[in-house]
């Protein structure tokens, strides 16, 4: 069953607008973490996110997680044309050590 | 800066070909996965290494096989290519003991088609 979804599956804003996605996933997990690719490239991973931690920034990156929802959010602010990426978050579940499972990811267009 | 690499970005094989991917880390990662990215699927795990000479099937290991001689260079071969395994094959590399993942670093992927 897929682990990590991501919401919404495409998202298209202006420049300058801020984005935001979000994550579900199904079981308990050590941490969550958000990757981003650019087209046809590999992944970049941006930021990890511990199960005992509620909110992370870096740069123009935040990203919260709520474990009695089991969900992330990924907030961009401030976006830019160069953020066009699709976006996946990643979990590994307890008990799986250091496995990933990806999210299918969220398409983001920023518009100059 | 890390650096994963991958021997090939695109590849074309036939149907039935043995098709070898490899896969070098510089960061002296324990860790070292391969996964394959499709369309609407995202990116499902092939098999995974924590050791050299050690792996561990992922989700989607059938028609697949790994082999990791040394720590820095981690190999997937499909031992007979089908139309089935045209995809884009990502390699990535991490620190880690078993009990918690770290971020991973990915290499650049290879688009792989089989006809």
């Known amino acids: 069953s897929q682990q990590g979804e991501e919401d919404p599956q495409a998202l298209s804003i202006q420049e300058g607008e801020n984005a935001t996605m979000n994550c579900s996933y199904k079981?308990?997990?050590?941490?969550l973490q958000w990757y981003r690719q650019n087209s046809g490239r590999g992944l970049v991973h941006l930021i990890l996110?511990?199960?005992?931690?509620r909110e992370k920034h870096s740069g123009r990156l935040r990203v919260t997680l709520d474990t009695s929802k089991k969900s992330s959010s990924l907030l961009i602010t401030a976006s830019r044309a160069a953020d066009t990426a699709s976006y996946f978050c990643?979990?590994?579940?307890?008990?799986?050590?250091?496995?990933?499972?990806f999210g299918e990811g969220t398409q983001l267009t920023v518009n100059p | 800066d890390v650096k994963v690499t991958q021997s090939s970005r695109y590849l074309v094989k036939r149907t039935g070909e043995k098709v070898f991917l490899e896969c070098v880390q510089d960061?002296?990662?324990?860790?070292m996965f391969w996964y394959r990215q499709d369309p609407g699927l995202g990116l499902r795990l092939i098999y995974f290494?924590?050791?050299?000479?050690?792996?561990e099937k992922g989700d989607i290991p059938e028609g697949y096989s790994v082999s990791r001689e040394k720590k820095e260079r981690f190999s997937l071969i499909l031992e007979s290519a089908s139309t089935n395994q045209t995809s884009m094959y990502l390699c990535?590399?991490?620190?880690?003991?078993?009990?918690?993942?770290?971020?991973?670093?990915f290499g650049p992927g290879t688009r792989l088609t089989v006809t």
């Open positions: 990535a590399s991490s620190f880690g003991f078993r009990d918690s993942s770290y971020e991973q670093y």
């Open positions: 079981t308990s997990i050590n941490n």
């Open positions: 996110i511990r199960s005992n931690e």
């Open positions: 990643a979990t590994d579940a307890t008990l799986s050590g250091s496995r990933l499972t």
């Open positions: 960061m002296d990662h324990e860790n």
């Open positions: 290494s924590y050791d050299v000479k050690m792996k």
